[in-house]
Antibody
Framework: EVQLVESGGGLVKPGGSLRLSCAASGFTFSSYSMNWVRQAPGKGLEWVSSISSSSSYIYYADSVKGRFTISRDNAKNSLYLQMNSLRAEDTAVYYC????????????WGQGTLVTVSS | QSALTQPASVSGSPGQSITISCTGTSSDVGGYNYVSWYQQHPGKAPKLMIYEVSNRPSGVSNRFSGSKSGNTASLTISGLQAEDEADYYCSSYTSSSTLAFGGGTKLTVL
């Protein structure tokens, strides 16, 4: 069974940092692009970042560029999101999701991890 | 990065058909066949329902179908069932090598 499990969420003060992780199982992790998508409380989905299978191609939404860093470790079947200079507007459930080579569809999604930025 | 435009809500009775639109531009929906649709029930993760405009993943009911005309993509659900009540989001690849989501549509089954 294909499974994605996020961890690392929590409460952090504005300006602080947090590192999210996503553990993958049930598929050949190194063959797929991976993505982070977030959803603020009561709001819609927002694509955050994508990384290609070999980490050669990395893309970010303008809203997080320069503050967030996506990375992966294919040996550990893991995806990461380093979040720095966090703002209140970064408060959201963060989902990791598997995708094809071209930024396209996301399937499946993890259960999400909640990040709350508040003083 | 602008979101794609979806109606805030749609509704239908069991057995009826409904269509949800997703309007973008020639730089996203109109320029690529990389439109997807997701279903999200409250408190749950989104689920892929349609990819590349009109393809259904394995396990998704054939009551769900997708299409595109110009800069507008559409999701049609036929034979509405109570369990179809959820939020639906469209997404599209963009010319900026990013991905845009629609604002979401709340489907109510009357």
């Amino acid at each position: 069974e294909v499974q994605l499990v996020e961890s690392g969420g929590g409460l952090v003060k504005p300006g602080g940092s947090l590192r999210l992780s996503c553990a993958a199982s049930g598929f050949t992790f190194s063959s797929y692009s991976m993505n982070w998508v977030r959803q603020a409380p009561g709001k819609g989905l927002e694509w955050v970042s994508s990384i290609s299978s070999s980490s050669s191609y990395i893309y970010y939404a303008d809203s997080v560029k320069g503050r967030f860093t996506i990375s992966r470790d294919n040996a550990k079947n893991s995806l990461y999101l380093q979040m720095n200079s966090l703002r209140a507007e970064d408060t959201a459930v963060y989902y990791c999701a598997r995708g094809p080579t071209k930024l396209n569809w996301f399937d499946p999604w993890g259960q999400g991890t909640l990040v709350t930025v508040s003083s | 990065q602008s979101a794609l435009t979806q109606p805030a809500s749609v509704s239908g009775s069991p057995g009826q058909s409904i269509t949800i639109s997703c309007t973008g531009t020639s730089s996203d929906v109109g320029g690529y066949n990389y439109v997807s649709w997701y279903q999200q029930h409250p408190g749950k993760a989104p689920k892929l329902m349609i990819y590349e405009v009109s393809n259904r993943p394995s396990g998704v009911s054939n009551r769900f179908s997708g299409s595109k005309s110009g800069n507008t993509a559409s999701l049609t659900i036929s034979g509405l069932q109570a369990e179809d009540e959820a939020d639906y989001y469209c997404s599209s690849y963009t010319s900026s090598s990013t991905l845009a989501f629609g604002g979401g549509t709340k489907l109510t089954v009357l």
